[in-house]
Nanobody
Framework: QVQLVESGGGLVQAGGSLRLSCAAS????????MGWYRQAPGKQREWVAT???????YYADSVKGRFTISRVNAKKTMYLQMNSLKPEDTAVYYC???????????????WGQGTQVTVSS
């Protein structure tokens, strides 16, 4: 079973940048796709980005061109570089191991505590 710890969130002005980190335990990390999700106040959790074990990347349209997902398997760590941040990016960000199910990325492990990202206008 994989355990996940997110970090790197904070308060940033619109147009700024943040880099989130996801530290994972368990052997699943190196062989599984990993993804980022976010949940804004009053909204459902939504998928943000995925990186496969081979390094292929996929992004939600809302973050394409602004966010970059990456991973270092030897460190069991995944990152989300977020540039040109907008107030609508404000949310708690979570990472998870993911599987592709019916054309959607589905989480497969218990959620961590997440990390809060707040973008001021």
């Amino acid at each position: 079973q994989v355990q996940l710890v997110e970090s790197g969130g904070g308060l940033v002005q619109a147009g700024g940048s943040l880099r989130l980190s996801c530290a994972a335990s368990g052997s699943i990390f190196s062989i599984n796709a990993m993804g980022w999700y976010r949940q804004a106040p009053g909204k459902q959790r939504e998928w943000v980005a995925t990186i496969t074990s081979g390094g292929s990347t996929y992004y939600a349209d809302s973050v394409k061109g602004r966010f970059t997902i990456s991973r270092v398997n030897a460190k069991k760590t995944m990152y989300l570089q977020m540039n040109s941040l907008k107030p609508e990016d404000t949310a708690v960000y979570y990472c998870n191991a993911v599987n592709l199910v019916l054309s959607s990325w589905a989480p497969r492990a218990p959620w961590g505590q997440g990390t809060q990202v707040t973008v001021s206008s």
